[in-house]
Nanobody, 124 residues
Framework: QVQLVESGGGLVQPGGSLRLSCAVS??????????IAWFRQAPGKEREGVSC????????YYADSVKGRFTISRDNAKTTVYLQMNSLKPEETAVYYC???????????????WGQGTQVTVSS
């Protein structure tokens, strides 16, 4: 079955960087056929979408709050999707999740498969 496993979270100072990884498995087809997105949820707040890599042409999408600072990408082996996060802010402290829609869905579809999340703490 489809599995997503996040890693790379941790404690970082404001202005610092982290790279999150989402290892994917269980897909019937090449990773490029699937939309992979990153979400985050801070304590007491609703989950919000951060970024998505499209299944159709590899287009990337970002929340306005992270544009120019975060970058979503995948490795050449097509087994891992990354989220490079630069210039991190304390308010970006959250659990970060990667997710994918069922089947060959797009970034705008409902997400059916989720990882367990990785904690990112931005603090001095």
């Amino acid at each position: 079955q489809v599995q997503l496993v996040e890693s790379g979270g941790g404690l970082v100072q404001p202005g610092g960087s982290l790279r999150l990884s989402c290892a994917v498995s269980g897909f019937d087809l090449d990773l490029d056929y699937y939309a992979i997105a990153w979400f985050r949820q801070a304590p007491g707040k609703e989950r919000e979408g951060v970024s998505c890599r499209s299944s159709h042409d590899g287009s990337t999408y970002y929340a306005d709050s992270v544009k120019g600072r975060f970058t979503i990408s995948r490795d050449n082996a097509k087994t891992t999707v990354y989220l490079q996060m630069n210039s991190l802010k304390p308010e970006e402290t959250a659990v970060y999740y990667c997710a994918t829609p069922r089947g060959l869905g797009s970034c705008s579809d409902e997400y059916d498969y989720w990882g367990q999340g990785t904690q990112v703490t931005v603090s001095s």
